[in-house]
């Protein structure tokens, strides 16, 4: 079934009294048809309405025909699940009763997610606080089985996150992944502050995904704000958003290769990657791009002179990296270790909703500069790049690809860059309205969901990291792979795990 | 083997000069900001007031402070001062050895120093610097 068409678009906002309210049960089988249909679930949260009640707002996408549209239901204390019929939405129900306090009633895997107290509960559902420590994880019983956990506190530099595997022999069965020690309470930060703070909040929700949070959370606002921006700004944006997917890409590379002890490429790349950091702190005045998407625009212009020595040193940065890529892509021993491990089918994808690379990867060609595009990517299109096998080289083959891409948009872009204000104001939100902005970071879609009040203040602010969908797509990965090739697996995927705890 | 040697000839080294010559940083990066308190006028407490971070403060004598601890580097920070008081430098030099080292009235900062020899012979082997994530971004470690 077809959810109707409220005009709701990638970063055109709709009259919130326009989103459809419907009972508990109608707006399950809305979702759960949908879905069955072709629809993916890209947000499905919850807003305090009264004090013993809450709105559920589900946020429906369908990439073929890049539409959206939105669905509602009032609900109090409980309300029956949709996960039993619609898995997509396993994770979200999950998320509801933390922050929400609501019971999700039927749910298969009802477990914690981050671990904190209701940040979005009515004031009547003065709850007991969540126990911290209380974490149920599911153990396979057997002579020959036996557990290892890993972390919250790894060996490396890395952020902190448990993995418990249950194995046989070396053998994966089962991977459970426990998150929510980074939960800093973005989305209630987001709420509550002012705009130039909310700003540097956005742009800390993940670290190495600075210009993909910051793009959304600008796009919300300027969708509310009526704000627009001019074809120059739009353009610095893109190559913003571009050079932060090629440093992504580029060191991902690497670090896979350092994972399979081929250590020359590792190296390569891991420079390459400091050219393109490099070039974002020439545009912005820091590596990762911060303070250069503003509402309204871009913090920064691009001098004539600026323009055309970055296209130098891109220019120069892609015949570098050809022979690397060669180099590593040809080598036997690294395609031996890529193949066939850690392997997402395209089943899973649809069934559970991975975006992204993840999604390329098996075949399933999600990508919103290409489906929902906005900003310079309605001008300059990208091509979407896809592979088949689902596996670690599979994510590679990807990343390769997008780099090549990636490189083509950005020195297309800096030979042409159009004319016009760097930024523009972006006024003040409109009340009562609902807006949905995605992004396509590097490691997929990122969407934020703002809904305004009556006095023009944002109400909530939803935030989907692609992180949140794809942690799911390693735990079903890992099964039937060896132990010793999880911190590949791992790094195939290199998901975030600020942008999963918020 | 051949295509290897062809590719690392052609790769080259590539290590900056640093620690022996100082790092080029361009012309946007935004280092340790400095205060100049003589720009600011009799009163005036709009930077504490309007800006993002805590970076500027007004202490009890009513006299601007920089936090550099508090300091997120954006570019709002120092242009919520209208009168130009505050500005960031190319110097990337922030680290101190103590968390109040950081506040100061200009922005000159007290850097950490070295290991006293005693020190150094006695735990110089067994020291090691330790980083652990708990509540960041990921900014730092990326």
């Not at chain 1, 297309?412 to 396509?440: H, I, K, S």
Request: charged share 25%; proline share 6%.
């Amino acid at each position: 079934m077809t959810p109707p068409d409220h005009g709701l678009l990638n970063r055109r906002s709709i009259p919130w009294g326009a989103v459809p309210r419907q009972s508990p049960e109608a707006f399950g089988a809305t979702v759960i048809e949908a879905v069955a249909d072709g629809w993916r679930l890209m947000a499905l949260c919850g807003l305090p309405e009264s004090d013993s009640t809450v709105v559920l707002l589900a946020i429906l996408g369908h990439d073929e025909l890049g539409r959206l549209a939105a669905a509602s239901a009032v609900v109090g204390r409980e309300y029956p699940a949709l996960t039993p019929q619609c898995p997509e939405a396993g994770i979200f129900e999950r998320e509801i009763a933390e922050q929400c306090g609501v019971v999700p009633l039927g749910h298969p895997g009802m477990k914690p997610l981050r671990r904190h107290d209701p940040d979005h509960a009515p004031a009547g559902f003065a709850g007991r606080p969540t126990d911290r420590e209380a974490y149920p994880v599911s153990a396979l019983a057997g002579d020959d089985v036996h557990e290892v956990a890993v972390g919250p506190v790894h060996a490396g530099i890395i952020e902190p996150g448990h993995f418990r595997f249950q194995a046989y022999g070396e053998e994966v069965l089962a991977l459970e992944i426990v998150l929510g020690y980074q939960h800093r309470g973005v989305e209630r930060l987001l709420e509550s502050l002012d705009r130039d703070r909310a700003m540097l909040v956005a742009e800390a929700i993940a670290g190495d995904t600075v210009i993909g949070h910051a793009e959304a959370f600008c796009g919300a606002l300027e969708a509310l704000a009526r704000s627009h921006k001019s074809p120059r700004a739009q353009a610095i944006r893109g190559i913003a958003l571009e050079l932060e997917r090629l440093a992504n890409h580029l060191g991902d590379l690497g670090a896979m290769a350092g994972d399979v002890a081929y250590q020359p490429a590792a190296a390569y790349l891991g420079r390459l990657r400091g050219e393109c950091l490099n070039a974002l702190m020439t545009i912005s005045g820091n590596r990762y791009g911060r303070g250069l998407i503003r509402p309204g625009g871009v913090g920064f212009d691009l001098p004539e002179a600026m323009v055309a020595e970055l296209r130098d040193r891109l220019t120069r940065l892609r015949q570098e990296l050809a022979p690397v890529l060669d180099l590593m892509f040809g080598n036997a021993s690294v395609q031996a270790r890529f193949e066939g491990v850690g392997v997402v089918a395209w089943q899973q994808c649809r069934e559970r909703g991975f975006v992204g690379l993840v999604a390329r990867a098996c075949e399933v060609g999600r990508d919103v500069r290409h489906d929902h595009p906005y900003g310079v990517f309605r001008f300059a299109h990208v091509p979407v790049a896809t592979a088949w096998a689902g596996d670690v080289l599979a994510r590679a083959l990807v990343r390769r690809l997008e780099i090549h891409r990636s490189l083509d948009f950005l020195i297309e872009q800096l030979a042409a860059l159009p004319r016009g204000a760097p930024r523009t104001d972006c006024g003040a939100l409109r009340p009562n309205e609902l807006a949905v902005a995605l992004t396509e970071g590097w490691r997929g879609e990122i969407a934020h969901v703002v809904v305004t009040d009556q006095a023009g203040r944002v109400r909530r602010h939803k935030v989907v990291d692609p992180s949140f969908h794809n942690w799911q797509a390693l735990a079903l990965a890992l099964p039937g792979n060896q132990i010793s090739d999880f911190p590949l697996c791992n790094k195939s995927f290199n998901l975030s795990y600020a942008g999963h705890d918020l | 083997m051949l295509t290897f040697l062809r590719t690392r000839f052609a790769q080259g080294t590539r290590t900056t000069a640093f620690p022996d010559q100082a790092p080029e940083f361009p012309e946007r990066f935004r280092g340790r900001p400095v205060l100049d308190s003589s720009c600011c006028p009799e009163g005036c407490r709009e930077c504490a007031e309007r800006s993002p971070t805590s970076l500027i403060r007004i202490d009890a004598n009513g006299r601007a402070m920089l936090d550099l601890g508090a300091c997120q580097f954006s570019p709002e920070e120092v242009t919520t001062c209208p009168h130009g008081a505050v500005r960031y430098t190319r110097d990337h030099r922030l680290a101190t050895s103590r968390r109040d080292d950081l506040v100061t009235p200009t922005g000159e900062l007290e850097l950490a120093h070295a290991l006293e020899q005693q020190t150094r012979r006695l735990f110089g082997r067994s020291l090691r610097l330790r980083s652990v994530v708990a509540g960041s971004c990921n900014g730092c470690e990326a």
